[in-house]
């Protein structure tokens, strides 16, 4: 069974950095779509990021972009979420996803169909 758990959340102050990382198993990543998404307080869940392995496209969100990147390590298992220049708009609980042979596109899709647990980050201004 597909396993996805998001950590490395906290406290930050607007201009810093954090990095979140999604521990995953029981899937092959070259076979699935792998995403980060994110839900402030009172706000609808958006897209962030979206990564397939097998043809190398990456994609983010307008609201990240330049300030975001991801990196892959298959060897680990494990999804990371590089997040620097944080504004208190980041704020958010922010989730890691997995869609089985699926590949990503722009503008980013939110129906993907394995969720892990989320991790707060909080961004003070």
């Known amino acids: 069974d597909v396993q996805l758990q998001a950590s490395g959340g906290g406290l930050v102050q607007a201009g810093g950095s954090l990095r979140l990382s999604c521990a995953a198993s029981?899937?092959?990543?070259?076979?699935?779509?792998i995403g980060w998404f994110r839900q402030a307080p009172g706000k609808e869940r958006e897209a962030v990021s979206c990564?397939?392995?097998?043809?190398?496209?990456?994609y983010f969100s307008d609201p990240v972009q330049g300030r975001f990147s991801t990196t892959v390590d298959t060897a680990r298992h494990t999804v990371y979420l590089q997040m620097n220049n944080l504004k208190p708009e980041d704020t958010a609980v922010y989730y890691c996803?997995?869609?089985?042979?699926?590949?990503?596109?722009?503008?980013?899709?939110?129906?993907?169909?394995?969720w892990g647990r989320g991790t707060l980050v909080t961004v003070s201004s």
């Open positions: 029981g899937f092959i990543f070259d076979d699935y779509a």
């Open positions: 996803a997995v869609d089985k042979w699926a590949a990503c596109y722009y503008p980013l899709r939110l129906d993907f169909g394995s």
């Open positions: 990564d397939h392995t097998a043809s190398g496209v990456t």
